[in-house]
Structures are given as structure tokens and as C-alpha cells.
């Protein structure tokens, strides 16, 4: 009995292998990734990307360099991810609301507006300047990749206004969508990228005069009033299997005349959120992710509870925790995330925004903190 147990895990493990080789080769060839190597080396782009200090060895790194999983390791992950018993997914449809594309259009020059999308997608309204970060409004984020919890976005694509800037933090397929830059591009007057992730864009359509990339603690002025910084973040990069760090990943500050928000992007826990704060804190809002993390991959997704933290580096006044409720990407349970935000954040003093997917956080005016998927554990039960 014993013997046919192994034989059978053996054959999990050999799936599982392949499983993964296979979703490596079939996204590598369905989503062709530009990178730094494709970039003229007579291109300007190209210049700034070899004298970036974070550009080493043809590779982008992280400030402070982690050990990357082994092969062995990694097989594990997956076995884990495909086998594992956690409540992963909800069993029902999670509460949402419509974004209210009238409301996010509003002119008004002192608000601090803000719409969850979901993941880490958000319609940003500052000061009048309407903005949207890591737009993804697929189903799916790739042919392969995890659904979202509750099928459609929460919005009527076609009438997304027009919008002042796009912000992606970097070219992972639940950050980068394809499908959501190209709705956008006729909506969009700016995408603003982490260095070498603009080839991406130019490849989908976005005309070159569009598009700004940045390095770490290089800004924008977009307006008069309206800057945009790129910050560090600690995470990786890579759409297929031979692209990996090829384009850079950040973390971003946007100002504005009255308001100022910090957007984390992915990231582990870090040092460099001390610096931010110090040289660009307080902000008014943070959004900061806090799914996805596993103690395997702790370098490049932050726990709950180093997300208060982060929140107290940065100087936050206000934290809207991302990153969750919307793809199955961890072992954890779905509600896990914002159990242990939630404690961590009153046990710290840290005031939190808890919408639902598509909710709305008035910045000063109208805060959401209901705890509602406490409600959905019980009804999941």
C-alpha cells in the first residue's frame, strides 16, 4: 500500500514538472516579451537603461540581492499550490459595486478619490487628475493564469473616460494586461513604466511619444502640479522563460497640488520603505499589497503584518491594503490577508480603508472599514 503511494506521488511530482515547462513554454511564445536586448542600441532608451545603477550583468536587480528558489524548490511550490487544502478560492460571489465613472470624473481640484478595481488596479482621483494604476480588467490575467473570484470587472470598460496617466509598476501578467493597455490607449495621454517595459506597450500599439519610463528615484512632471516618482520596490520581473529581470519593477509617488499617495506596486519588506517616507512621506494615502505572500517567496511579497509596517515607514495616514481578494495566487485562504491586516493595523494605530471590489474611499470624507468578508467566511462555511 505503501509502495503504490509513492508510485502515485511520484507521478504527481512528474505532472507537476511538466505542468510547469509547459505553461513556461506556452506563455513564452503566446506573449513575446520586449526587453532591454530588443531595444536599439542606438535609442536613448536604450542609454538610459545600460546607466541604470540598477542594471547589472544584462539583468536588473534589487538593491539588496535574496536567494532565488531552486528548481527542486519550485517544483514544491507547485505541488503545493495544485494539492494544497487552504479555502483558497470563496465559494460564493463576493459583495462588489460598479465604479461610478461620473464620480471618478468629478473636476474638483481638493479630493483624494479612489476606486478598487481589484488586485491592484485602482481609478485614482487627485486633485482632479484622474489616474489608474496596474489596470488589468480580464477575467484572466493570462490564457493559463488564475480567474478573478468574481468573473467580470467591476466597470463598464467602454465607459472609462479619458484619463491623465497609467501607471504600471511592472510587466507581470496581473500588473501588465494587454488586453486593458490597448482599451486604454485611446483613453490614456500618459503611461508612465519602470525602465525597458515601454518596448511592451510599443509592441501592443501605445505610440512611443506616450510613453515615459522611469528609473528608481527619477520623477515626472506631468503638469505644473502633478509629479510622478519612481521608487524602489523589491520584487522581480518576467512574462515568459527567457526574459526573467530583463525590465525593471518600482514602487511610485504621486503629488499633486493638495493630496499625495504612495502606490507599492509588489514588493517584499524592505528598507528602502524608510527611505521613501523619509525623503517623500507623509502621504495621505498608501496602497500597499498584502496577498500572495508565502514564507518561500518572502524577499518579493510582504506578509499582513510587514504591511502595517511599511504603512508606518512610509508615513501613511491611510492605509488601503491591495494585492488580494481578486486572484487565487498563494496558499493562503482567500480572507487571510485581511484577517491578519486588519489586527495588525489596530494593534499599530493604523488606520485602514476596507472597500469591497469597486468600493469607494473618499480620502478625509468617507472612509469604507467594514470588515465584510468576515461575513463571507461565515456564509462560506
Known amino acids: 500500500m505503501r509502495l503504490n503511494r509513492n508510485k502515485k506521488i511520484v507521478k504527481y511530482l512528474r505532472r507537476s514538472i511538466i505542468l510547469i515547462i509547459l505553461i513556461g513554454i506556452i506563455l513564452t511564445f503566446i506573449d513575446k516579451t520586449y526587453s532591454s536586448a530588443l531595444y536599439d542600441s542606438k535609442e536613448a532608451a536604450f542609454a538610459k537603461i545600460q546607466k541604470s545603477p540598477q542594471y547589472r550583468d544584462g539583468k536588473f536587480r534589487d538593491a539588496v540581492e535574496w536567494k532565488q528558489p531552486t528548481f527542486t524548490e519550485y517544483v514544491g511550490v507547485m505541488w503545493e499550490f495544485l ?3 487552504e479555502q483558497r478560492t470563496p465559494n460564493r460571489a463576493l459583495p462588489r459595486q460598479n465604479i461610478d465613472m461620473e464620480r471618478f470624473q468629478d473636476a474638483s ?4 478619490t479612489v476606486f478598487w478595481a481589484g488586485h491592484s488596479s485602482l481609478f485614482i482621483n487627485i486633485d482632479g487628475y484622474k489616474i489608474l494604476t496596474d489596470p488589468v480588467f480580464e477575467k484572466k490575467v493570462s490564457i493559463l493564469g488564475p480567474a478573478r473570484f468574481n468573473g467580470d470587472a467591476p466597470l463598464d470598460v467602454n465607459k472609462i473616460p479619458l484619463v491623465d496617466v497609467v501607471i504600471v509598476s511592472h510587466n507581470h501578467y496581473d500588473h ?7 482599451l486604454l490607449n485611446g483613453k490614456t495621454k500618459k503611461f508612465i513604466v519602470p525602465l525597458a517595459v515601454g518596448a511592451q506597450l510599443r509592441q501592443w500599439g501605445v505610440p512611443a511619444n506616450k510613453i515615459t519610463e ?3 528615484w527619477e520623477e515626472l512632471k506631468v503638469t505644473d502640479e502633478l509629479t510622478i516618482t519612481a521608487t524602489p520596490s523589491q520584487h522581480f ?3 515568459g522563460l527567457t526574459d526573467r529581470d530583463k525590465t525593471l519593477w518600482a514602487s511610485w509617488v504621486i503629488k499633486a497640488p493638495r493630496h499625495k499617495v504612495f502606490f507599492s506596486g509588489d514588493s517584499g519588506y524592505f528598507e528602502g520603505f524608510k527611505k521613501i517616507g523619509g525623503k517623500y512621506g507623509p502621504f495621505d494615502m ?4 498584502c496577498g500572495a505572500y508565502n514564507e518561500k517567496w518572502r524577499h518579493i511579497h510582504m506578509y499582513p503584518e510587514e504591511t502595517v509596517q511599511a504603512c508606518l515607514d512610509l508615513k501613511g495616514k491611510l492605509l488601503q491594503p491591495i494585492h488580494w481578494g481578486t486572484f487565487n495566487l498563494s496558499m493562503h485562504s482567500w480572507y487571510e490577508p485581511m484577517e491578519r491586516v486588519s489586527k495588525a493595523a489596530e494593534a499599530a494605530g493604523v488606520k485602514i ?5 469597486g468600493g469607494i474611499t473618499e480620502y478625509d470624507k468617507n472612509i469604507p472599514t467594514e470588515k465584510w468578508w468576515k461575513q463571507m467566511i461565515t456564509q462560506n462555511k
Open 176 to 182: 501588465l494586461n494587454k488586453y486593458s493597455i490597448q
Open 237 to 239: 520581473s518576467g512574462r
Open 214 to 216: 522611469l528609473d528608481w
Open 109 to 112: 481640484k481638493n479630493q483624494l
Open 353 to 357: 480603508a476596507t472597500p469591497v471590489v
Open 83 to 85: 494539492f494544497g487544502g
Open 286 to 289: 498608501t496602497f500597499i499589497e
